[in-house]
């Protein structure tokens, strides 16, 4: 399951795997928006400890201590260290989420927590907490006839907004 995927519109190259993630649709051609990459990160002093780091050059390093080390930076790069592997591959909700965001961020996107669907030539975020009722709302919707963009995550490029 590695190779180009889709992810909130963007073209991604892994050499992770991320079964999650549909094949992307589009043209082939080297260009990709994100690359995700498994490789060490390296280790600067301060980061030994805590889960969450800015450096000075703006670049994110996210760790969960023991189980997944991910380096964010020049909007377009993931670099993902796994510490531990285990039969579910908990790691990867790290880089689909947290990490994710953080991309999303230093690309000048807002990452929300959101379900979105197309509805009458409008889209709609049902966006809310955990557990209370998105995902079903939005498949009640789905099977109702509207098209369903996306579930859990939803990326709104704010610089391309209408006034």
Same mark, same amino acid.
């Given at each position: 399951m590695t190779g180009d &995927?889709?992810?909130? /519109?963007?073209r991604v190259r892994s050499n992770v795997p991320l079964p999650e993630l549909l094949p992307w649709p589009g043209p082939a051609s080297n260009e990709?928006?994100?690359t995700i990459t498994a490789a060490p990160n390296e280790r600067q002093e301060e980061e030994r400890t805590g889960y969450?780091?800015? &450096? $000075?050059? =703006? #670049?994110v390093l996210f760790q969960v201590p023991g189980l997944v080390r991910i380096l964010t930076r020049h909007t377009r790069e993931m670099i993902v *260290?796994? *510490? &531990?592997?285990?039969t579910t591959d908990s790691w990867r909700l790290f880089l689909l989420g947290t990490a994710l965001n953080h991309l999303c961020l230093q690309r000048g996107c807002l990452p929300l927590h959101a379900a979105t669907l197309r509805i009458g030539? !409008? %889209? +709609?975020?049902?966006? =809310?907490? #955990? /557990? !209370?009722?998105? #995902? %079903?709302?939005?498949? %009640?919707l789905g099977r109702r006839g509207h098209k369903l963009l996306s579930d859990? +995550?939803?990326?709104?490029?704010?610089? #391309?907004? $209408?006034?």
């Open positions: &995927r889709i992810l909130c /519109g963007w990709v928006d994100i969450l780091h800015v &450096r $000075p050059d =703006g #670049s *260290e796994v *510490e &531990r592997h285990d030539g !409008q %889209t +709609v975020a049902l966006a =809310g907490q #955990s /557990g !209370q009722g998105k #995902s %079903t709302l939005a498949a %009640t859990d +995550v939803a990326v709104l490029d704010v610089g #391309s907004a $209408p006034a």
